[in-house]
């Protein structure tokens, strides 16, 4: 292999990354509206009410829209063999298969997520791949447990080179 010095490397790198995934979550966040987001926080908190988690005592709710404009909720349900959990991001991705969300939309039907956790913080690398498995992209809204929102971002921005079903050719 040819030597690279760090400019051939740079020529690698796409400028136009942080550019395009600002561009379109400003779309995106347009298209659902600042009502659908705060409602999604507010559902999202409440959500976190639910969960069990008696180890970590640690709530996290999510609400999730769908493209069908459903919502489905989820909140971490804890195991006492701790790995076994089951952490609220893949609870709501679960209920919305169950409800019949690819027979709707198909396998990518996830518009939106809010997640609501004490340290206002995006979704573990487990539920990054879970969420990906339902769209190419999605708009992820981080809040506290008070409904506080820290970030709005993608999935493509904290899941960028992600191992998808599309490369799968699924
Ligand atoms: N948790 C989630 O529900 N989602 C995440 O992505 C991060 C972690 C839960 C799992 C466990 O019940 C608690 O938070 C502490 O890790
Ligand atoms: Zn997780």
Request: charged share 25%; glycine share 6%; aromatic share 8%.
């Amino acid at each position: 292999m040819s030597k690279r010095t760090v400019s051939d490397l740079i020529w690698l790198v796409n400028p136009k990354d942080l550019q395009v995934q600002k561009s379109w979550l400003e779309k995106d966040i347009k298209k659902i509206g600042e009502k659908q987001i705060l409602n999604l926080v507010k559902l999202a908190v409440k959500q976190s009410k639910l969960s069990y988690s008696p180890y970590s005592k640690y709530p996290v709710g999510v609400a999730l829209l769908a493209k069908s404009d459903k919502i489905y909720l989820g909140n971490n349900v804890e195991k006492v063999s701790y790995s076994d959990t089951d952490h609220a991001e893949e609870a709501a991705v679960t209920g919305a298969v169950v409800s019949q969300e690819i027979k709707k939309s198909g396998r990518k039907f996830i518009k939106a997520l809010a997640v609501a956790q004490k340290l206002g913080i995006s979704p573990c690398g487990r539920c990054r791949q879970i969420i990906g498995e339902h769209c190419d992209n999605a708009v992820i809204i981080n809040c506290d447990l008070k409904g506080k929102i820290y970030s709005i971002t993608s999935l493509q921005n904290i899941f960028p080179d992600a191992f998808t079903p599309t490369l799968m050719g699924f």
